[in-house]
């Protein structure tokens, strides 16, 4: 069964720093399109990164030189590690995966919750 | 970068039809997809390419794109409908990115 599981949410200080992860089951990330979106509470979706299988990385603007997108072949995981964090990315974390490639996410995980705040 | 617009709300009776429209310039001339998201739950793929429902989607759930217009239609609405919609798309042009909607809230009256 195809599953992705995230972890590392929770309550961070602006300006700090948070590392997420998505293990992934029944797949392997190296071959696949995988992103991640956010959702800030009460808020809309917001694509975040991606990383293809050639290992292109691409950013949102609202994150691009703070957060960064990578992945674990050995441990099937996708990470996004967020730095110089604002109450602004407050949001739970989704990561999606993008089976064929076309732009869409076919799969998603549960989430995880950040919250930015002192 | 490239902008989808949404309205913020539909409302529908029970066994009648719900259009939710996704509007960006010229966006019949790349793919839509749309997302289905209740309330503390990920989103769901329920249309992909336009047109396409991913397996368990039912054939209730159709979508179509054309000119500056795509649009999500549900026929013979059911209580379980009631949830937000999202549009999405895949902008290469001006970078790889995916472009979601603001989200539709269908409501069932």
């Known amino acids: 069964e195809v599953q992705l599981v995230e972890s590392g949410g929770g309550l961070i200080q602006p300006g700090g720093s948070l590392r997420l992860s998505c293990a992934a089951s029944?797949?392997?990330?190296?071959?696949?399109?995988m992103s991640w979106v956010r959702q800030a509470p009460g808020k809309g979706l917001e694509w975040v990164s991606v990383?293809?299988?050639?290992?292109?990385?691409y950013y949102g603007d609202s994150v691009r030189g703070r957060f960064t997108i990578s992945r674990d072949k050995s441990k099937n995981t996708l990470y996004l590690q967020m730095d110089s964090l604002r109450a602004e990315d407050t949001a739970v974390y989704y990561c999606a995966r993008d089976t064929s490639a076309a732009g869409y996410f076919d799969t998603w995980g549960q989430g995880t919750l950040v919250t930015v705040s002192s | 970068s490239y902008v989808v617009t949404q309205p913020p709300s539909v409302s529908v009776a029970p066994g009648k039809t719900a259009r939710i429209t996704c509007g960006g310039n010229n966006i019949g001339a790349i793919g839509v997809h749309w997302y289905q998201q209740k309330p503390g739950q990920a989103p769901v793929l329920v249309i992909y390419?336009?047109?396409d429902r991913p397996s368990g989607i039912p054939e209730r759930i159709s979508g179509s794109n054309s000119g500056n217009t795509a649009t999500l239609t549900i026929s013979r609405v059911e209580a379980e409908d009631e949830a937000d919609y999202y549009c999405?798309?895949?902008?290469?042009?001006?970078?790889?990115?995916?472009?979601f909607g603001g989200g539709t809230k269908l409501t069932v009256l």
């Open positions: 990383i293809y299988n050639s290992g292109n990385v």
């Open positions: 029944g797949f392997n990330v190296i071959t696949s399109y």
């Open positions: 999405q798309v895949w902008d290469t042009d001006s970078d790889h990115q995916g472009v």
């Open positions: 390419n336009d047109r």
